[in-house]
């Protein structure tokens, strides 16, 4: 059982250039989200789904697209990097339906922008 | 001012000693409490969940909301080397359904043999 897979774990672009972080779950959540993560700021939420074709915003959302097709997957697409996207970018996801809010996390993607 | 508030550390405590790790928050509304411990360079995994006030223990590792102050708290008990890792705690407030989670910024905590 994989959990949530996250690909590339590490990826360099320069300013201006497009990308999009893959993410994949084999849980059959409904619920997926996109969060970054930076030195002080801790987790933020970017972008969230509730099941296929339905996405909403986060905190951090500009600059990033999102669209859920499948239940098992989740990309997020960086439109125009720009340094201040340099972030260690993770994928999670939870069943609906439990009171527990206990989210299952993919390993991150490290994200360079020069 | 943010709405969950945690001292960033690092803390360094000796194997054995008790770690105190603390989180205070603003938002009146938040009702479900959590604490995730995040390894280097692994995505951050759920520790310990609690609802509302009160105390929940779970081996070495005990839980306690205080709803009244605005504070919670994760009691780590013969702290081992295996226990060094970021703590981060988060919270859902009981008004938006079970979705979105605020975080706080996390504690680093270093367990010295």
């Known amino acids: 059982n994989a959990g949530v897979t996250q690909t590339p774990k590490f990826q360099v672009l320069k300013t201006g250039q497009s990308m999009t972080l893959q993410c994949a779950q084999d849980m059959n959540h409904e619920y997926m989200s996109w969060y970054r993560q930076d030195p002080g700021m801790g987790l933020r939420l970017i972008h969230y789904?509730?099941?296929?074709?339905?996405?909403d915003q986060g905190e951090v959302p500009n600059g990033y697209n999102v669209s859920r097709s499948t239940t098992e997957d989740f990309p997020l697409r960086l439109l125009s990097a720009a340094p201040s996207q340099t972030s260690v970018y993770f994928c999670a996801s939870k069943a609906q339906g439990l009171n527990t809010g206990e989210l299952f996390f993919g390993e991150g993607s490290r994200l360079t922008v020069l | 001012q943010k709405e969950v508030e945690q001292d960033p550390g690092p803390l360094s405590v000796p194997e054995g000693a008790i770690v105190s790790l603390n989180c205070t928050y603003s938002?009146?509304?938040?009702?479900?409490f959590m604490w995730y411990r995040q390894y280097s360079r692994k995505g951050p995994e759920l520790l310990m969940y609690?609802?509302?006030?009160g105390n929940k223990e779970d081996g070495r590792f005990t839980a306690q909301v205080d709803k009244s102050s605005k504070y919670i708290s994760l009691f780590i008990r013969d702290s081992q080397p295996s226990d060094s890792a970021t703590y981060l705690c988060a919270m859902i407030p009981r008004d938006f359904g079970n979705e979105k989670l605020t975080f706080g910024t996390g504690t680093r905590l270093t367990i010295i043999p």
């Open positions: 609690t609802y509302s006030s």
């Open positions: 938002n009146s509304a938040f009702q479900y």
């Open positions: 789904s509730v099941g296929a074709g339905i996405t």
